[in-house]
């Protein structure tokens, strides 16, 4: 796919912002020299093992959609120094940050992505990841926006294909609908499987959650939130 295509499907399929507030001097600096060292190349073939693009041997892959300020991205990243990351955010400032802060952590192990996931998810090689985080994903609460929604049935079938067998889907929101909604999605999905072994697994958050942003803003805002967690079959 050439860059002019990839850019015409990505403005049909991201609907959010891409840029706030002018960056300062050091985040922009930040963009114009990291970035693109970090930066997955799209524009040539994904490697047969992803592996090749980290200067160590990764014990697992995983995948986060949409970081937002990347304060997940990179705890899991310093947490788990042997898994290879990838970051997803098409928000200038959010990736600004958080290449920022893989800079100050010093994490080697994250490789990033600054446009629509669904190119990243179109690229990688079949049955690459370990794990795809997609966590408070906009919520596109009104009816009418619902197939806006980053679960769907055409996402659903891109990450069945770049899912190990045995890999894990981890989806958090607030927003009861959008819950009901992948729950459904997934459900009627014939490679996923919905973990729940009771009423409490999906109110309790991951194992080591350090939490977000965006989730402490629900909690302000007093939502709760579910925590699903669903196995490639
Ligand atoms: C509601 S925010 C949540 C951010 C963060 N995960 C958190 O919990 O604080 C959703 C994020 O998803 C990003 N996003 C929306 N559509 C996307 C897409 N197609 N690919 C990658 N990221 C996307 C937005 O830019 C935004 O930063």
Redo the contacts with the bound molecule.
Sequence with gaps: MTDAERRSRATE??F?RRKGKPLRERQAQHLETLLPVLKVDLSTPAPADLATLYDFTPARTRLE?????GEHLIHRAVESPDTAFIG????VN?MAKLVGSVEEKGARNIRLYDD???ELLDWLPAASLDQIDL????PWPKRKHWKRR?VSKVNLDRFARVMKPGGIFCFASDIDTYVNWTLMHCGAHPAFVWTAENAADWLTPYAGWPG????AKARREGRKSAYLTFRRL
Excluded: M
Excluded at 65 to 69: P, S, V, Y
Excluded at 212 to 215: G, S
């Design positions: 399929a991201f959010g959609i949409g970081f937002g300020g997803v955010e098409p928000f959010s629509d996931a669904t966590l408070y994903p906009d980053f977000t942003r965006y989730e």
